[in-house]
């Protein structure tokens, strides 16, 4: 199993990314995919997630900003981040699970004010 995230990098206060995350080896459409992220010095926190019915889940910090995604036929989970905040600055991760939890890598955000 692999996920391979990308799409992070450096951005201003108020501006905006898209992180993609493709998923191999797994059912795709059974699965739940979402997204976390690790702040320096905090611990992994729920960033959004997706139901494989498309029912999404977010974090009050991020909801009315971000916007979870998947494309089934492509076994990719996408996270559209708008009017980000420097408290937005963290790695982001993808996550995969049903029945065992598989996670990406990580990709850096990093948010100047």
């Known amino acids: 199993v692999q996920l391979q995230a990308s799409g992070g990098g450096l951005v201003q206060a108020g501006g905006f990314l898209r992180l993609s995350c493709v998923v191999s080896?797994?059912?795709?459409?059974?699965?739940?995919v979402g997204w976390y992220r690790q702040a320096p010095g905090k611990q992994r926190e729920l960033v959004a997630s997706?139901?494989?019915?498309?029912?999404?889940t977010y974090a009050d910090s991020v909801q009315g900003r971000f916007t979870i995604s998947r494309d089934n036929a492509a076994n990719s989970v996408y996270l559209q981040m708008n009017s980000l905040k420097p408290e937005d600055t963290a790695v982001y991760y993808c996550?995969?699970?049903?029945?065992?939890?598989?996670w990406g890598q990580g990709t850096l955000v990093t948010v100047s004010s």
């Open positions: 996550k995969s699970s049903r029945f065992r939890v598989y």
């Open positions: 080896g797994v059912i795709f459409n059974m699965n739940t």
């Open positions: 997706m139901s494989p019915s498309g029912s999404p």
